[in-house]
């Protein structure tokens, strides 16, 4: 939908039911580079007129979309389930995440405060406003196909922007149902909010040619570490800036002072929640050696009798979500060396290789074993990189400087977790782990609609989005000085005395 009318594309394409590869969940239409500059023409002509709206009134446009993701959540977070395989309370959860984000940035729209700072000047003051970027180019991840975007469009929209939305090829249905509901929702003007389904290669060239025509001011992207640089660098050779949310290799560091229980129950979410493919997903556990075997033991068995299936049911994951990344999660279960111990079947869940407890049919859909692989160590691909799946590994430490070492290897930075009942333990951790975000006590996954959410290193470039700390993102300060004096005084030439 562009400028309130449906596009022509050049191909449609199926979205498919990764629990029913049979099952077709919706008919795309797929534009190409041209339709998403045609988006970004008409966002750019749009904003203007809405950046004049007053900022409370925008605030109102919000709470309308709240109210209205609240009325469809059921129907949506059903939209998920079937199009990507989350489990149906997840995908509840999901969706709940927009309805918190606009609940935040309703209110924002009477806050948007700026500044009044002294001039050293006499009869003179200075002003700081927060002014809208302009054109956002936002383009998300199908693992989180509703509440992500939600984290980039709310905000943009309440600071006086305009979007144009490339969601993940995978998930079309959804996003098409998430445009329809904001739209509708905040009565959104044409133009205001435009969506384009495409795939890589053409968003890339339609980036480019908007970027080189002047119509994007600002990218928003969640996605792998590979694409965000090439995003960012997109975005840096045309003098503007990406907010980047992309992979992470989240380490849960377990001490002798945890409750292991507690912590079992934490990986178990941490790990295999969304089937592993969260940003936030747990990579590595770092556990002591003295509770390693003891862990290993208690996280295998709760692992071998957790629900694993259809995402209707009460599982704990359903299948991957797509061809695309189950293929590519092939290639990461070729990383498993000899030195590594899998102590559970391993690969896609099949009549050959099947597994108890399973619920619905393994043969219809990209259904996989949750792994363990333990003996994971610095230097083996499956400890330095991001297994975007159902796989976690287990190394263990003797010392907490050891640890946290450890947890700073890949390089990555986005969440980490500790679990201890040591105060001392918790905050060292804290202090010295490189991430945008830290548990204690708690999952890798879980953020809150009003803290900040982003990575260091390779899981983005220091950007950070939800809460406040977003506002920096869709806004840029402008500084206003109103000389009262009725003459010309000079900045530095003209300081008042004593
Ligand atoms: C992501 O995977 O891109 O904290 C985001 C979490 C979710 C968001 C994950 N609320 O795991």
């Given at each position: ?20 590869l ?25 904003q ?7 900022a ?6 919000i ?5 209205a ?16 395989g ?32 002294p ?18 180019a936002?383009?998300t ?20 922007n ?7 090829e ?10 329809e ?19 890589g290669?053409?968003t890339?060239a ?10 994007i ?8 570490s ?7 660098g997109?975005?840096?050779?045309h003098?503007?800036t990406?907010?980047?949310e ?16 507690l ?5 178990l979410?941490?790990?295999?929640g ?13 556990v ?9 033991d ?19 994951m359903?299948?991957m ?31 050959d290789?099947?597994?108890d407890g399973f ?7 990209l259904?996989y074993h949750?792994?363990?692989v ?11 990189q ?9 190394t263990s ?16 930075g986005?969440?980490?977790?500790i679990?201890?009942n040591?105060?001392?333990?918790a ?17 890798t ?6 803290l900040?959410?982003?990575g260091?290193?390779k ?9 406040i700390?977003?506002?920096d993102?869709?806004?840029r ?8 004096s009725?003459?010309l ?7 008042a005395?004593?």
């Amino acid at each position: 939908m562009v400028d309130g009318k449906p596009v022509d594309g050049v191909r449609a394409a199926d979205s498919t039911n990764p629990s029913r590869l049979d099952e077709v969940i919706a008919k795309v239409s797929f534009g190409d580079a041209s339709t998403l500059v045609g988006a970004a023409e008409s966002a750019h002509r749009a904003q203007p007129a809405w950046a004049a709206i007053p900022a409370p009134v925008r605030g109102r446009a919000i709470a309308g979309i709240g109210r209205a993701v609240e009325r469809n959540k059921q129907a949506l977070a059903k939209i998920v389930t079937a199009e990507i395989g989350k489990p149906y309370a997840e995908a509840l959860g999901e969706v709940q995440e927009i309805i918190d984000t606009c609940d935040f940035f309703l209110g924002e729209g009477r806050r948007l405060y700026g500044q009044t700072v002294p001039s050293e000047m006499a009869d003179k003051q200075l002003f700081t406003f927060r002014r809208p970027v302009g054109t956002v180019a936002v383009i998300t991840a199908g693992n989180f196909p509703v509440a992500v975007p939600s984290w980039y469009i709310v905000p943009a929209l309440l600071t006086g922007n305009t979007i144009v939305w490339k969601p993940a090829e995978y998930s079309p249905a959804a996003s098409a149902a998430f445009h329809e509901i904001f739209v509708r929702g905040g009565g959104l003007p044409d133009g205001v909010f435009n969506i384009v389904h495409a795939d890589g290669p053409s968003t890339f060239a339609g980036l480019e040619q908007s970027l080189d025509a002047g119509l994007i001011d600002k990218i928003g992207f969640t996605g792998s570490s590979a694409v965000g640089r090439e995003v960012g660098g997109l975005a840096g050779r045309h003098l503007q800036t990406a907010c980047l949310e992309l992979g992470g290799k989240n380490p849960m560091v377990i001490t002798p002072a945890a409750d292991l229980d507690l912590a079992v129950e934490g990986a178990l979410f941490a790990g295999f929640g969304t089937a592993g493919q969260r940003c936030t997903s747990l990579g590595t556990v770092i556990v002591h050696e003295s509770v390693h075997d003891d862990f290993l033991d208690r996280f295998n068995a709760a692992l071998a009798a957790a629900p694993i299936g259809d995402p209707t049911a009460e599982v704990l994951m359903g299948p991957m979500m797509d061809a695309k990344f189950a293929e590519r999660y092939e290639e990461f279960l070729s990383w498993i060396q000899p030195q590594h111990k899998v102590q559970a079947a391993c690969g896609r869940i099949t009549a050959d290789n099947p597994r108890d407890g399973f619920v619905g049919d393994p043969a219809a859909g990209l259904f996989y074993h949750p792994v363990v692989v333990d003996g994971v160590q610095p230097g083996d691909a499956i400890f330095d990189q991001e297994t975007f799946g159902p796989l976690v590994g287990v190394t263990s430490y003797r010392d907490l400087e050891q640890a946290i070492e450890l947890a700073n290897t890949p390089g990555y930075g986005l969440s980490s977790a500790i679990y201890t009942n040591d105060a001392r333990e918790a905050f060292s951790f804290a202090n010295r782990i490189s991430a945008g975000m830290t548990s204690v006590n708690n999952s890798t996954s879980g953020a809150e609609a009003h803290l900040p959410f982003g990575g260091n290193g390779k899981s983005g470039n220091g950007s950070r989005q939800s809460g406040i700390w977003v506002l920096d993102q869709f806004t840029r300060w402008q500084s206003m000085n109103w000389d009262y004096s009725g003459r010309l005084q000079k900045a530095q030439m003209d300081v008042a005395e004593l």
